[in-house]
Nanobody, 126 residues
Framework: QVQLVESGGGLVQPGGSLRLSCAASGHTSSTYTMGWFRQAPGKERDFVAAITWSGSSTSYADSVKGRFAISRDNAKNTVYLHMIILEPEDTAVYYC???????????????????WGQGTQVTVSS
């Protein structure tokens, strides 16, 4: 079993920045691919970004390319989502997820992930 604990959510103005953190504990593996998903009220949970176990490959949803960046620190068992330029449309609950080693081309599929965090609220408003 793997436990994922998220932190870093909050309220920011448009154009502002936040960094989300996801700390993994339990029976972790260096081969896990880590991903971020988000869900706005009344909408489906959508893919945001993913990073492979080595950190050599990343994937982003078109809506966040150039504005968000994902990274990981395997020594700390932590993955980060750097939300550099936030827009009101980014308002959602953000979820961290972990799954077995996978090709980056499939890392945008929710079904590929085994473990999920509890979610953290991000609100972008003036």
């Amino acid at each position: 079993q793997v436990q994922l604990v998220e932190s870093g959510g909050g309220l920011v103005q448009p154009g502002g920045s936040l960094r989300l953190s996801c700390a993994a504990s339990g029976h972790t593996s260096s081969t896990y691919t880590m991903g971020w998903f988000r869900q706005a009220p009344g909408k489906e949970r959508d893919f945001v970004a993913a990073i492979t176990w080595s950190g050599s490959s990343t994937s982003y949803a078109d809506s966040v390319k150039g504005r968000f960046a994902i990274s990981r620190d395997n020594a700390k068992n932590t993955v980060y989502l750097h939300m550099i330029i936030l827009e009101p449309e980014d308002t959602a609950v953000y979820y961290c997820a972990a799954g077995p080693q996978m090709y980056i081309a499939t890392a945008n599929r929710e079904s590929r992930y085994t473990y999920w965090g509890q979610g953290t609220q991000v609100t972008v408003s003036s």
